[in-house]
């Protein structure tokens, strides 16, 4: 028997599974659904390796590592991918004009009501089209998990939000001023270089913390994370738009601003359920915003990760195109009205620091 001790049952006692299994089923619901919607939408299914070369290089992204061992014993390093997006690009520039992808991926450093080491992210492309379609599927895609859940409303921690409203549309620049009195766009170059200084002025005479380390992009994430995020998504769902491009590393400058780039976000709830972008389809540009972001990696957590040179030769022939990731355990969350992301997961992560 196990000396370690439980705050709770374990989730495959029948007890536990007992209080889990509607929000399973609800899930199940839900994710039949909208496999039927992206069909009536001419969407091919598609299913991407989880071992890859590069998990991602995002610098504040962590990925899980192995190794394959060749016939002759020579090991060489992989990853199981933080996300299928290097491989559904890759499968755009091989003719796949519309695609979707229900798709397990990993994450390490994270666990927690809204985190799991193990999750299921929904992504979908399209050839030729704007952005803005990715946000009328948003929509959509809320109101479906709704009527499927049988609700009116998402909730989550004391919040709530009506899935059949309209998105609110805020620009990034925008909630930095309503929320936190900033002007961002003060602090962002026509080249989208960025300015540490302007931006921690501005923090200082708002009374937030700025620390001696921090650079533009610490400022800037701990405005987003302590005025802006918790203001987002309640009543109605809200799309964060125009990041900065410093902070879009995979999408395209707006046509009408360079300092801006075609990203949003979608939260409900206060919750961030979606990441979309106008995709960059230029290798240099893509290459040197990755060794920025492994530069930022190394010099904050003291590792990298490669690149993916087969994804940098496949974006020179990918099309124009817009894609989006959804956490797909987080809406079934808020449809259901689970209380923790392991509770819609059918055979959670086994936890390894319990005490």
């Known amino acids: 028997m196990s000396d370690v001790s439980r705050s709770a049952p374990a989730w495959w006692t029948p007890s536990a599974h007992a209080d889990r299994r509607p929000f399973l089923i609800g899930r199940n619901r ?62 755009l520039s091989a003719g796949e004009t519309r695609i979707a992808c229900f798709a397990h991926v990993y994450r390490n450093r994270e666990r927690g009501p809204l985190h ?27 109101a479906l ?42 602090t962002i170059g026509e080249d989208g270089s960025t300015d540490r200084e302007a931006l921690a002025a501005q923090m200082r ?4 913390r700025v620390a001696e380390d921090d650079t533009w992009a610490d400022l800037f994430s701990r405005v987003i994370v302590n005025k802006v995020e918790p203001n987002l998504g309640l ?5 964060l738009d125009r990041y900065p491009v410093a902070e879009a590393a995979l999408a395209r400058p707006c046509p009408d601003d360079p300092r801006v780039a075609e990203r949003f976000e979608l939260y409900a709830c206060g919750v961030e359920l979606a990441n979309a972008f106008g995709e960059l389809t230029d ?11 492994m530069a930022e990696k190394q010099r904050v957590y003291g590792e990298t990760y490669p690149l993916d040179e087969d994804f940098l030769e496949a974006l020179a022939i990918m099309p124009q195109a817009s894609g989006i990731a959804l956490g797909f ?17 059918w055979a959670p992560v086994p936890e390894t620091h319990r005490g």
């Open 329 to 345: 355990d987080r809406l079934v969350m808020l449809a259901t009205g689970a209380l923790r992301i392991d509770q819609v997961i």
């Open 205 to 208: 005479e708002k009374s937030l």
């Open 283 to 293: 290798p240099k540009e893509q290459r040197r915003r990755f060794e920025a972001e």
């Open 116 to 142: 799991h080491p193990e999750f299921t992210m929904l992504e979908w492309y399209r050839v030729g089209q704007s952005y803005e379609m990715l946000m009328r599927d948003c929509a959509e895609l809320l």
């Open 235 to 239: 009543g109605r769902a809200t799309i």
């Open 145 to 186: 998990a709704a009527r499927t859940a049988g609700t009116s409303r998402f909730t989550f921690n004391g919040k709530s939000a009506d899935p059949f409203a309209t998105p609110e549309r805020i620009s990034v620049g925008d909630a930095f001023t309503r929320h936190a009195g900033i002007d961002l766009l003060a």
């Open 30 to 91: 839900i994710q039949a659904a909208f496999r039927s919607h992206f069909a009536s939408e001419d969407f091919v299914e598609v299913d991407t390796a989880t071992l890859q070369i590069s998990p991602g290089n995002e610098a504040h992204l962590h990925a899980f590592a192995t190794e394959a061992i060749g016939h002759d014993g020579t090991p060489a390093p992989l990853y199981l991918h933080t996300s299928p997006e290097f491989a559904c690009k890759k499968l």
